[in-house]
T-cell receptor, first 113, second 114 residues
Framework: NAGVTQTPKFQVLKTGQSMTLQCAQD?????MSWYRQDPGMGLRLIHY???????DQGEVPNGYNVSRSTTEDFPLRLLSAAPSQTSVYFC????????????FGPGTRLLVL | QKEVEQDPGPLSVPEGAIVSLNCTYS??????FMWYRQYSRKGPELLMY????GNKEDGRFTAQVDKSSKYISLFIRDSQPSDSATYLC??????????????FGQGTILTVHP
């Protein structure tokens, strides 16, 4: 099992550009989520999904969009990048009923100039 | 005030030392308490979790939860250079229809030097 995979590893964007961060998991987990990690802030939840076709907002959703058409994939879209979105983004997944055990991907480092 | 507070350190100890990492929290509804370890430029990985109060031991690691004081701890015995990482505490409200959102502390950077 590859676990949770994320692409790209690193990306530089200019203000106003859009992009999609990819996330995939091969553990057949129903629950997936996106977090961002900033210095001194820990990880904060952006969006989450409890199954294909079902998504909801987390703590810091503004400027981001998600969709979940399959169990495996949960892409995160930045609609119009801003310097405040410079961060490290982590995708995570877990099985239903196992909220104590989340599996994180390796992260995408994003720099918005 | 943040829901979960964690001293960011950094913490530097000699090999073999006992390390104590701590978090305080304000939300009394938290029932799951986790510790994640994050190596540099990697994703967090679950180290240990505790449901409700009490202690849990796994090898050199011991997790403690004191719900009356809203305080959790992670102890590392006989620390090794390979333990050098950022340690993140995380908490969530239990089950039901809740997604089980994790609320993280800021993370403590630990360095164990030979």
């Amino acid at each position: 099992n590859a676990g949770v995979t994320q692409t790209p590893k690193f990306q530089v964007l200019k203000t106003g550009q859009s992009m999609t961060l990819q996330c995939a998991q091969d553990m057949n987990h129903e629950y997936m989520s996106w977090y961002r990690q900033d210095p001194g802030m820990g990880l904060r939840l952006i969006h989450y999904s409890v199954g294909a076709g079902i998504t909801d907002q987390g703590e810091v959703p503004n400027g981001y969009n998600v969709s979940r058409s399959t169990t495996e994939d949960f892409p995160l879209r930045l609609l119009s990048a801003a310097p405040s979105q410079t961060s490290v983004y982590f995708c995570a997944s877990r099985a239903r009923g196992r909220q104590e055990t989340q599996y994180f991907g390796p992260g995408t480092r994003l720099l918005v100039l | 005030q943040k829901e979960v507070e964690q001293d960011p350190g950094p913490l530097s100890v000699p090999e073999g030392a006992i390390v104590s990492l701590n978090c305080t929290y304000s939300n009394s509804a938290f029932q799951y308490f986790m510790w994640y370890r994050q190596y540099s430029r990697k994703g967090p990985e679950l180290l240990m979790y505790t449901y409700s109060s009490g202690n849990k031991e796994d090898g050199r690691f011991t997790a403690q939860v004191d719900k009356s004081s809203k305080y959790i701890s992670l102890f590392i015995r006989d620390s090794q250079p390979s333990d050098s990482a950022t340690y993140l505490c995380a908490m969530s409200v239990a089950g039901g229809t809740s997604y089980g959102k994790l609320t993280f502390g800021q993370g403590t950077i630990l360095t164990v030097h030979p």
